[in-house]
T-cell receptor, first 114, second 116 residues
Framework: EAQVTQNPRYLITVTGKKLTVTCSQN?????MSWYRQDPGLGLRQIYY???????DKGDVPEGYKVSRKEKRNFPLILESPSPNQTSLYFC?????????????FGPGTRLLVL | AQKITQTQPGMFVQEKEAVTLDCTYD???????LFWYKQPSSGEMIFLIY??????QNATEGRYSLNFQKARKSANLVISASQLGDSAMYFC?????????????FGGGTRVLVKP
């Protein structure tokens, strides 16, 4: 089954404790992206990757890191989480970054930073 | 200025009736795409329908249709014959033609509750 998976689905952590949210897709998509969703703000892009070893900042990259060592994986790293990073996070992928390719979203990761 | 505006934070609709969800957008790029996503209470984002700026016809996908009025910069979603399972948040999103990274810019969403 074609899908985007994220782990963990739910995470409670404390300020400053490094964490990683994994994202994996099995569709051989070139493009992957991370979004965060906050009430009333819709989804905002954090980082994106057009292909392996190619990543760039989205609208709200502060406090986050990403890497794209393999085509299928695009982990999101919070080196020193803070309470304002409490949010619902989505990973998405699409065949490429051009044209009308729609993005397919993972199931989301709910993060609470205390 | 907001690039995507959804003015209806929430609405009720009677089962089996049609509902229109408003979306207006702002771009100076002649090439763009408009998307609608559904987010049920379980949280996942489900792609519903796409409209390209150069498409001559309004997009349709089953019970979903997009009322695209380019001059007004609106892309309203119409759900016909509403079902209880249509209760969810609905997001309008736009991708601009040459914007780096295929970024989707989302509106704030409209919550729909279908009444039996």
């Amino acid at each position: 089954e074609a899908q985007v998976t994220q782990n963990p689905r739910y995470l409670i952590t404390v300020t400053g404790k490094k964490l990683t949210v994994t994202c994996s897709q099995n569709m051989n998509h070139e493009y992957m992206s991370w979004y965060r969703q906050d009430p009333g703000l819709g989804l905002r892009q954090i980082y994106y990757s057009m292909n392996v070893e190619v990543t760039d900042k989205g609208d709200v990259p502060e406090g986050y890191k990403v890497s794209r060592k393999e085509k299928r994986n695009f982990p999101l790293i919070l080196e020193s989480p803070s309470p304002n990073q409490t949010s619902l996070y989505f990973c998405a992928s699409s065949l490429n970054w051009q044209g009308i390719e729609t993005q397919y979203f993972g199931p989301g990761t709910r993060l609470l930073v205390l | 200025a907001q690039k995507i505006t959804q003015t209806q934070p929430g609405m009720f609709v009677q089962e089996k009736e049609a509902v229109t969800l408003d979306c207006t957008y702002d771009t100076s790029d002649p090439s763009y795409g408009l998307f609608w996503y559904k987010q049920p209470s379980s949280g996942e984002m489900i792609f519903l329908i796409y409209q390209g700026s150069y498409d001559q016809q309004n997009a349709t996908e089953g019970r979903y249709s997009l009322n695209f009025q380019k001059a007004r910069k609106s892309a309203n979603l119409v759900i016909s014959a509403s079902q209880l399972g249509d209760s969810a948040m609905y997001f309008c999103a736009m991708r601009e033609g040459w914007a780096a990274g295929n970024k989707l810019t989302f509106g704030g969403g409209t919550r729909v509750l279908v009444k039996p």
